[in-house]
Every structure is written in C-alpha cells, then in structure tokens.
Antibody
Framework: QVQLVQSGAEVKKPGASVKVSCKAS????????ISWLRQAPGQGLEWMGW????????NYAQKLQGRVTMTTDTSTSTAYMELRSLRSDDTAVYYC????????????WGQGTLVTVSS | SYELTQPPSVSVSPGQTASITCSGD??????VCWYQKKPGQSPVLVIY???KRPSGIPERFSGSNSGNTATLTISGTQAMDEADYYC??????????FGGGTKLTVL
C-alpha cells in the first residue's frame, strides 16, 4: 500500500535549521509530487509547498519563500524539507503528503514530525 | 488573499445528518477537498474534486460545491466520525488555502 514514513521528532534552537525526510513506498515516486504541510499547536493546517518527484520543480508558499527548500532523492524515493532561521512560531507538526501536482488532493499523508523550536 | 471560512463547531446526534459548510468568494468555480483530522493522527482525505470519495471512505460522506459555499455532509453520523474537518481549495494568488477547521461533536 502507499505509505509515507517521516523522520523523527526534532528540537531546535531559534535561528537553527531543521531537515525532515519523507520516505515513500508502494507507488512510483517519480509519477507524483510531494507537498509539505504543518499544523502548529491549536491551529489549522498550513500548506508549505510542493515538489515534483519527476523534475524536482518546486512551488513554495509565498510566506516561506527564502526560508524553505524542498528536495528529493529519487534513488531512495525520499523527499526532504529544510526550514531555516527557525522561530518559536515554527513549532508544529510537519507532514508530507502525496499529490500528482501542487493542485492535486493530498493523499495519503505521512505520520507527522514534531519540530519544537525553543531556547 | 483568498480565504475559506468554516464554522468553528458543529454538533450532531448519532444517526443524524451532519453538514459542515465552507465559504469563499466564487468557491463554486474551484475544486474543493475535505480532510478529517483526529487528535494524534494524520489528516485523511474524505472528499476530493467537490464530490468524489477516495477508496475506503464510507458512502455516508458526501460533498457538494456551488456558488460561494461547499458542504461536507455526513449521513447517519457515527461516534467514530467525531473529528476536526478542514476544507481546502486552490487559488491562483494564494496557491493552496485551508479553512480554519470545524470540530464535529457527536453527542
């Protein structure tokens, strides 16, 4: 079955960077893209951006432009999301989700990775 | 920027029909998805392209979208349906946009 497995929880200090991985299985990685989303404590869902599994082309949310980089390793069917210059309001559960294009529904989702930013 | 508005909470009795709305300017011109989010779990897609159900989603979940409002309807609501529900659409200026979420209580 289609599955996305994310890396484990992270604790970072303000100003640091974090890189979260998302390993895909059960489908042709290069036939789909991966979106990254997050949910801060007590808040709603926020889309961060999308990367093509075939071309590596990206589409980032305007709010995060310049701080986020999404990459893929097709040899291991793994997507990565790096967020830099972390702030306390970046504390959230980060999810990866499959979508053919950035305007495709997100299905399925990874299990989530808690990133805590605290001094 | 484009915004989607959902009621913060909806309550329904077991076996009854729950309707959760999502409002946005000319939303009927866009495709809408709905996600179910239970505490401690990842979101699950329950409706895509306004009305379609992914495989494995019970038939009691249905969707509609017209004018400025999309609606998620759960017929014969069960206790297991208690969750937060988020609508989502795409906009040329904002890319992906989510509603604020609706907490469905089954009591």
């Amino acid at each position: 079955q289609v599955q996305l497995v994310q890396s484990g929880a992270e604790v970072k200090k303000p100003g640091a960077s974090v890189k979260v991985s998302c390993k895909a299985s059960g489908y042709s990685f290069m036939s789909y893209g991966i979106s990254w989303l997050r949910q801060a404590p007590g808040q709603g869902l926020e889309w961060m951006g999308w990367i093509s599994g075939f071309t590596g082309n990206t589409n980032y949310a305007q709010k995060l432009q310049g701080r986020v980089t999404m990459t893929t390793d097709t040899s291991t069917s793994t997507a990565y999301m790096e967020l830099r210059s972390l702030r306390s309001d970046d504390t959230a559960v980060y999810y990866c989700a499959r979508g053919k294009n950035y305007d495709d529904a997100f299905d399925p989702w990874g299990q989530g990775t808690l990133v805590t930013v605290s001094s | 920027s484009y915004e989607l508005t959902q009621p913060p909470s909806v309550s329904v009795s077991p076996g009854q029909t729950a309707s959760i709305t999502c409002s946005g300017d000319k939303l009927g011109d866009k495709y809408v998805c709905w996600y179910q989010k239970k505490p401690g779990q990842s979101p699950v897609l329950v409706i895509y392209q306004d009305t379609k159900r992914p495989s494995g989603i019970p038939e009691r979940f249905s969707g509609s979208n017209s004018g400025n409002t999309a609606t998620l309807t759960i017929s014969g609501t069960q206790a297991m349906d208690e969750a937060d529900y988020y609508c989502q659409a795409w906009d040329s200026s904002t890319s992906v946009v989510f509603g604020g979420g609706t907490k469905l209580t089954v009591l």
